[in-house]
């Protein structure tokens, strides 16, 4: 059986105001010809269908297109709700869906009733767990402590307690969690409860796949758990990423592969830093022209037009920072002994030197003196 696990679609989500619909309309055009091109037998999305618990008119016509698409190509869709989801609005109809081969689980009332499929090597038991927020089901699932690491044992207790009346049955749990041993990036939503976000590995032993999601970096935390990773970055820390689905192969005796397929990309993303006149006379950057870029500036007093001066050799900066490298300074013993016997304008003067590591320009000296005047009048009014 084959299978193709993907996860953190964020259907909705724009990318530093930079709409992506149009990619993530473009990642379902891929997934439904990778579908029908390598013969899966199962999509399964691990959580984080939308960007948030109220998506758009637009994200959730993009879904139905997809589930719709998707559901044509003869192959079995299995869903499970994601932190960034609204489980009850994700779930609705799913059990009208489930006639159409369509699996939406969202309730955490269903943990232990799997979605079985048969091959040529009998059946394989697919169990989608739905994010399980501990403050809002641990009593639900008569856990004894609230924590991320109590409501998933639990799940997984159910789970195996149903595999034990399956013998011979190939198992795949999939679940939307932080994982020990993986690694997060920025883009991800904390989920923190008490302090502790992550649960070990081990909690999903005893079945041949677990499929993750949660994490937007593709990478395996085990020989048999992995995350698929988000199809699209949604975050400059994933500018080293190389976004893809997962295509695993379930032969007679369990996992018997997984492929790595690498996702379309709309731009590639890259973080630059440096003086500006370094960056936009450096060579080397030219392959960065048409990437979304993330600038920090390095300059000693921030540049005059920074972006615009920017854009006009890198058109698609999205994200600009100043983190001057002043030069090491003299210690001087106390502020006090730094500002003694200055003038309020000389105060001002020392203020913008300080902060930027340059004096003020002429046109900004004039500021500072118009503006000191216009406090001193102010103050004699008062």
């Known amino acids: 059986m084959r299978v193709l696990h993907t996860s953190d679609w964020h259907l909705g989500r724009s990318f ?6 149009g990619p993530q309309a473009a990642f379902v055009d891929f997934l439904v010809d990778l579908v029908r ?3 899966v037998d199962v999509v399964l999305v691990a959580g984080d269908v939308y960007d ?17 698409r998707l559901a044509a190509t003869g192959a079995r869709v299995l869903l499970l709700s994601g ?8 779930g609705f109809g799913s059990r009208l869906l489930d006639l159409a081969g369509v699996h939406l689980r969202t309730d955490p009332g269903r943990l232990g009733e799997p979605v079985v499929l048969d091959d040529a090597h009998g059946p394989v038991a697919f169990y989608p767990l739905p994010y399980l927020e501990p403050d809002a089901v641990a009593g639900r699932l008569g856990c004894p402590t609230r924590s991320h690491a109590s409501v998933l044992g639990e799940a997984m207790r159910r789970v195996r307690a149903d595999l034990a ?9 999939a679940a939307h969690a932080f994982v020990a041993g993986g690694l997060p990036s920025d883009s991800e939503r904390d989920i923190t409860v008490g302090g502790v976000s992550v649960v070990p590995v081990e909690t999903f032993a005893g079945v041949d796949y677990a499929a993750l999601g949660h994490l937007h970096g593709a990478q395996a935390v085990s020989p048999w758990a992995r995350y698929s990773g988000s199809p699209l970055a949604y975050s400059f820390s994933e500018a080293a990423h190389s976004k893809s689905v997962a295509l695993v192969d379930l032969g007679p005796d369990g996992l018997s592969g997984v492929e790595l397929v ?12 440096g003086t500006l006149d370094a960056l936009l006379a450096d060579p080397a950057l030219a392959r ?3 990437s979304w870029l993330q600038v920090t500036l390095t300059d000693p007093a921030r540049p005059r037009e920074p972006m615009e001066r920017l854009r006009a050799r890198f058109p698609h900066v999205l994200v600009l920072g100043h983190e001057p490298e002043l030069t090491v300074r003299a210690a001087v013993a106390s502020y006090s002994e730094r ?19 340059g004096a003020a320009s002429a046109p900004e000296a004039a500021l500072l003196q118009q503006a000191l005047e216009a406090a001193r009048r102010a103050e004699a009014e008062a």
Do not use: I, T
């Open 16 to 21: 530093h105001r930079e709409g992506m619909l």
């Open 37 to 39: 091109a390598e013969g």
């Open 52 to 68: 948030r618990a109220l998506p758009s008119v637009d994200a959730v016509q993009l879904f139905d297109d997809a589930l719709a």
């Open 83 to 90: 932190n960034h989801d609204s489980a009850s609005r994700l």
């Open 165 to 173: 009346g399956r013998p011979g049955a190939r198992s795949v749990v």
């Open 262 to 273: 690498p996702c379309p990309v709309p731009r590639p993303l890259a973080r630059l830093r």
């Open 288 to 290: 960065h022209e048409q």
């Open 339 to 357: 500002v003694r016997g200055l003038d309020d304008l000389a105060l001002l003067h020392g203020f913008v030197e300080h902060v930027r590591g």
